[in-house]
Nanobody
Framework: QKQLVESGGGLVQAGGSLRLSCAASGSIFSMYFMGWFRQAPGKEREFVAAIRWNNGNTYYADRLKGRFTISRDNVKNTVYLQMNKLKPEDTAVYYC???????????????????WGQGTQVTVSS
């Protein structure tokens, strides 16, 4: 399994921005999906965004579209999550995950991903 290391979390005021990074050890093969999830205290882990590594197609949770952007750097084997106009309800631990997947749909369930990072805390103050 690949090792995933998230970074970039922290404390930010409402309306601010953060960019999270998830660096994967080794090369990411073209048929991998990489996703971002988040989990707030007492809540289930929820899908944020995902990217298909071979073509860069992106997918988002509907309610986060327009504020969050997922991207990748093929050379650095890193996926990013740019978060803008942050709200207190965005406070959570953010996780990246990978899964080898060749299907035509996209992976938006935590149970579909087999490899996870340790998470990075994002706290948005009001």
């Amino acid at each position: 399994q690949k090792q995933l290391v998230e970074s970039g979390g922290g404390l930010v005021q409402a309306g601010g921005s953060l960019r999270l990074s998830c660096a994967a050890s080794g090369s990411i093969f073209s048929m991998y999906f990489m996703g971002w999830f988040r989990q707030a205290p007492g809540k289930e882990r929820e899908f944020v965004a995902a990217i298909r590594w071979n073509n860069g197609n992106t997918y988002y949770a509907d309610r986060l579209k327009g504020r969050f952007t997922i991207s990748r750097d093929n050379v650095k084997n890193t996926v990013y999550l740019q978060m803008n106009k942050l709200k207190p309800e965005d406070t959570a631990v953010y996780y990246c995950a990978t899964q080898y997947y060749t299907g035509s749909t996209y992976l938006s369930e935590a149970r579909d991903y087999g490899n996870w990072g340790q998470g990075t805390q994002v706290t948005v103050s009001s």
